[in-house]
C-alpha cells in the first residue's frame, strides 16, 4: 500500500531537549516536504526536498533541520524546541511540488 | 508567503446542497491543487488542475479555474454530512521556487 509514516503520532517533550520526527515514504519520490499547521494559519512549509541531498528552505525554516540521505526518508529535527514550535506537523510526498501531495497521518508535538 | 486565499473561511449548508468553496491566488501558476482534511488528520488530494485547463469534474466535485482572474473555484454538489471538512487549494508559483503554498482553507460544515 502507497503510504506517508510519520513518527511519532504524538510527543510532549520540554524547551531544549533536541528530537526528531520521521517521515518515510514507499511511492519512490523524488519530492518529500514538512508542514506545520497552526489554527488561523492553515500549512506552512518548513523545509523540502527535491531529490536526495538537495533541501531547501520553506516558508518558515526558522528552528527546524532536515536530512535527506536516502529517497524514501526525510528526518525533520528541532535540535532545541521552544513553545512556539507545539504545533500540528505533516510530512507530503509527491513526484513533484505540482504534482499529487500524499501526506503522512500527521505529527502532535507539544512543547513545554 | 500566501499564494492561495480561500473563500469564505467558515461555510455551513444543509445536507443536499451546492457548496461553493473559492480560492485566489496572486502569480502566475503551472497547476493548482485542492486538497480535503477532516480534522487533525493528513491532506487527501482531490483534483489538479493545470493552468491550460478551465473545469474539471471527478464526482461530486467541479472545479473551474479562471487565470485571467487568478481565481478557482471548488464546488461540492448534493453535499452530504460527510463532506464536513477543510478544503485547501495550492499552488506552485509558476517560473520560481519549487515551494508549494496552501492557502488557509475554508471550513466545511454540512447539517444533517
Known amino acids: 500500500e502507497a503510504q506517508v509514516t510519520q513518527n511519532p503520532r504524538y510527543l510532549i517533550t520540554v524547551t531544549g531537549k533536541k528530537l526528531t520526527v520521521t517521515c518515510s515514504q514507499n511511492?519512490?519520490?523524488?519530492?518529500m516536504s514538512w508542514y506545520r499547521q497552526d489554527p488561523g494559519l492553515g500549512l506552512r512549509q518548513i523545509y523540502y526536498s527535491m531529490n536526495v541531498e538537495v533541501t531547501d528552505k520553506g516558508d518558515v525554516p526558522e528552528g527546524y533541520k532536515v536530512s535527506r540521505k536516502e529517497k524514501r526518508n526525510f528526518p525533520l529535527i528541532l535540535e532545541s524546541p521552544s513553545p512556539n514550535q507545539t504545533s500540528l506537523y505533516f510530512c507530503?510526498?509527491?513526484?513533484?511540488?505540482?504534482?499529487?501531495?500524499?501526506f503522512g497521518p500527521g505529527t502532535r508535538l507539544l512543547v513545554l | 508567503s500566501q499564494q492561495g486565499e480561500e473563500d469564505p473561511q467558515a461555510l455551513s449548508i444543509q445536507e443536499g446542497e451546492n457548496a461553493t468553496m473559492n480560492c485566489s491566488y496572486k502569480?502566475?501558476?503551472?497547476?493548482l491543487q485542492w486538497y480535503r482534511q477532516n480534522s487533525g488528520r493528513g491532506l487527501v488530494h482531490l483534483i489538479l488542475?493545470?493552468?491550460?485547463?478551465r473545469e474539471k469534474h471527478s464526482g461530486r466535485l467541479r472545479v473551474t479555474l479562471d487565470t485571467s482572474k487568478k481565481s478557482s473555484s471548488l464546488l461540492i454538489t448534493a453535499s452530504r454530512a460527510a463532506d464536513t471538512a477543510s478544503y485547501f487549494c495550492?499552488?506552485?508559483?509558476?517560473?520560481?521556487?519549487?515551494?508549494?503554498?496552501f492557502g488557509k482553507g475554508t471550513k466545511l460544515t454540512v447539517n444533517p
Open positions: 502569480t502566475s501558476i503551472n497547476n
Open positions: 511511492m519512490n519520490h523524488e519530492y
Open positions: 488542475i493545470r493552468s491550460n485547463e
Open positions: 507530503a510526498s509527491s513526484a513533484g511540488p505540482g504534482e499529487t501531495q500524499y
Open positions: 495550492a499552488t506552485v508559483v509558476q517560473g520560481g521556487s519549487e515551494k508549494l503554498v
